[in-house]
């Protein structure tokens, strides 16, 4: 039996020192806006120390001094697990343990007082896009009688450009994604059931030593491909015909890749859908064709107008946004209305997310693709994945 290259084994962890690194330019940063401490919430959590639960702690950093990190959890229960948290000092709080947090009326004056040790004054917050709202506005209420400061454009600028380590896990990331998709298309056949499609995903991401995004990961098809196989419809067997849509998501060491392809069963279907298949590739290519430093966002949405044409103009829907911690990190753009500027840069990992609506009935088609923005253009980083059309169309579970 010929052994897989692991995704988990193409990458290393993000060392200490880099971690370190993150949180020594927050003192630059509250220098700069005369800040006297500052407060991060969700992902931005886990981008300065390697917390794996963003949504459940908090990291507090004083202007000049050593951060701590709040966590329902003790030091020698996070040891205990595995966890590689770079930070100074951890502090357990009860108040955000899931019985609290998913209470009707949650309580935060644990938190609140564990916070005192910053010195009262302008304090900057910053939150990601998973927070509990009322824990957020506690805060804001708590620092108000100096000034709040919201910091959260700074860390989303920051994160924006992946460092070389950072690039090589999301690589690692998006290979065990690839390959794991392309078992899955390869799979695809008439009377084959989507339990048994998502049974063999998920088997080959754990072989690649990744863990595997429950909410990500799904085989859907018929009028809405993308929907989640539930359990009830797992056991559903795929008709000839049918457009099936394939998405795979992982995590790896903290970073998130996410890929999809959609597929006709049996590669016969009325020929618009097979028409529409067609321009949704050619609609990627033409946008990792005009990917490149200095370009910017809007001309990638007009090389995928281009590649539409006037019959299928308007019809190929989507967003353009990076990733990295998160699957979803700004910039986040609609390729239908993208704004003015969004200037590409080196070190940039964007997720292109397309789908395609050939009439009513007939179904949704989608595709994702991860592109890496290098010095004279962009790599694909979904690779491996049968991405020709015409094969996708006729493909019958045979390589």
Known sequence: MELKVRGCDLALPLPEAEYRDRRARLDGLMEQLDLKGLVAMGSHVSYLTGYPRYDEAIYAQPRGGEG??????????LEEEGWRISCGEVMQVDDLSPSNRLSPNPDYKGVLKALESLERGRIGLAHGFQVDPILYEALREHFRSGAVVDCSEWFWTARMFKSP????????AFYAVSDSLNEGVKAVEEGVTRGELAGLIADNLYIHGVDALSGIFSVGSGFNPGALSQPEDGDEALKRGEAITIQVGCRLYGYTAEASRSIIVGGVGPSILMEALTVLYESAEAALQAAAPGKSLREVC???WEAEGKHWGGRIKGFIHSTGVEGWEPPIIRVEEPPAGGELREGMILSLDLSATPRPGLGILRLKEGLLILEDGAEKLVTGVISDPPRLRIHEGKT
Request: aromatic share 4%; charged share 35%; glycine share 0%.
């Open 68 to 77: 701590m990190i709040l966590t329902p959890w003790s030091r020698s229960h």
């Open 165 to 172: 380590r950072e690039r090589e896990i999301l690589r690692a």
């Open 302 to 304: 007009e090389a995928i």
